[in-house]
């Protein structure tokens, strides 16, 4: 079983409040992802970072931002949280090797009210 | 931009019959990497099958097998004797420059 968490399972949040989404993983992954993933299933990649102090937008533009201070540790924050931002977002981390998988967490599911 | 599209949104097959899933993905690399991850319902996502772009030889796991046309950048997904368990939603996956993009997803359901 994967050693990648995330905090909480499930958020009901109302408009406008900061979040902090939590991701943390023990494998000792240089690179780590969060992903949100709509209605249909489909993921996009909002964030991604290759290794602490290195944090990179992804192909779909977010509000959201994150943060890589520690190896382990790759949190996800909404300033200000609107309903658009209703959605699952799953966290994913792997090694550097270009061939090795990534490793999911359970993932977050945040309903903004 | 590195895009990866699976054309078929839901696909079902009999029991122990066999399905393929497809996918393509547009890269101008050459050095890139191939996978298919699967998401069974309310569970994590979990790694079916990998390849090397570099690697000519299809891979190969236990029932799962991939189809890699390099030219025409598709990357195809054959599931034997499917059983009950592999149902779930199925992602097309590549690796370039690490960013690791999936495509729309295709669901699988098993008829018994």
């Known amino acids: 079983e994967a050693d990648i968490y995330q905090t909480p399972r499930y958020l009901v949040i109302g408009t406008g409040k900061k979040i902090t989404l939590e991701c943390s993983q023990t494998m000792g992954h240089d690179k780590m992802y969060w992903y949100q993933q709509d209605p249909g299933m489909e993921l996009h990649l909002i964030h991604y970072s290759y290794g602490v102090n290195s944090t990179e937008k992804g192909d779909l533009s977010s509000e959201s931002t994150v943060s890589r201070i520690r190896t382990e540790h790759f949190p996800l924050t909404l300033e200000s949280a609107r309903p658009s931002h209703t959605s699952q977002y799953l966290c994913a981390s792997s090694e550097w090797a270009g061939n090795t998988e990534a490793f999911f967490g359970q993932g977050t599911r945040l309903t903004v009210v | 931009a590195q895009t990866v599209t699976q054309s078929q949104p839901e696909m079902s097959v009999q029991e122990a019959e066999t399905v393929t899933l497809s996918c393509t993905y547009d890269t101008s690399e050459s050095d890139y990497y191939l996978f298919w991850y699967k998401q069974p319902p309310s569970r994590q996502m979990i790694l079916v099958i990998r390849q090397e772009a570099y690697k000519q030889q299809n891979a190969t796991e236990n029932r799962f097998s991939v189809n890699f046309q390099k030219a025409a950048k598709s990357f195809s997904l054959k599931i034997s004797d499917s059983q009950l368990g592999d149902a779930a939603m199925y992602f097309c996956?590549?690796?370039?420059?690490?960013?690791?993009?999936f495509g729309q997803g295709t669901r699988l359901t098993i008829n018994p």
């Open positions: 996956a590549c690796l370039r420059a690490q960013k690791l993009v």
